[in-house]
Nanobody, 120 residues
Framework: QVQAVESGGGLVQAGGSLRLSCAAS????????MGWFRQAPGREREFVAI???????YYADSAKGRFTISRDNAKNTVFLQMNSLKPEDTAVYYC??????????????WGQGTQVTVSS
């Protein structure tokens, strides 16, 4: 089992910055990718960014150039630095961990979410 706990959300004005963190615990040696998703009221959860165990990153178009995902493998933590925030970035942000079992099967674990609110 793996657990994920997010932190760092809050209220910020448009143009401001926030840094989200997601700390993983449990069988962290089996974590491969670590990612961020978000869900705004009345909308489906959407992909934001992902970082793989080798360090490769991929971003949603809405995040490119403004958000940066990084990870500290020693601390089993993934970060999302969000700059130039816009009101449309307002959402609950969720951490998603991809875990590969010894038999090759993949499991996914979600954090509880952290609220990000951007005022105009």
């Amino acid at each position: 089992q793996v657990q994920a706990v997010e932190s760092g959300g809050g209220l910020v004005q448009a143009g401001g910055s926030l840094r989200l963190s997601c700390a993983a615990s449990g069988r962290t040696f089996s974590i491969s990718a670590m990612g961020w998703f978000r869900q705004a009221p009345g909308r489906e959860r959407e992909f934001v960014a992902i970082i793989r165990s080798g360090g490769g990153t991929y971003y949603a178009d809405s995040a490119k150039g403004r958000f940066t995902i990084s990870r500290d493998n020693a601390k089993n933590t993934v970060f999302l630095q969000m700059n130039s925030l816009k009101p449309e970035d307002t959402a609950v942000y969720y951490c998603k961990l991809t875990v590969v079992r010894s038999n090759g099967d993949t499991d996914y674990y979600w954090g509880q979410g952290t609220q990000v609110t951007v005022s105009s």
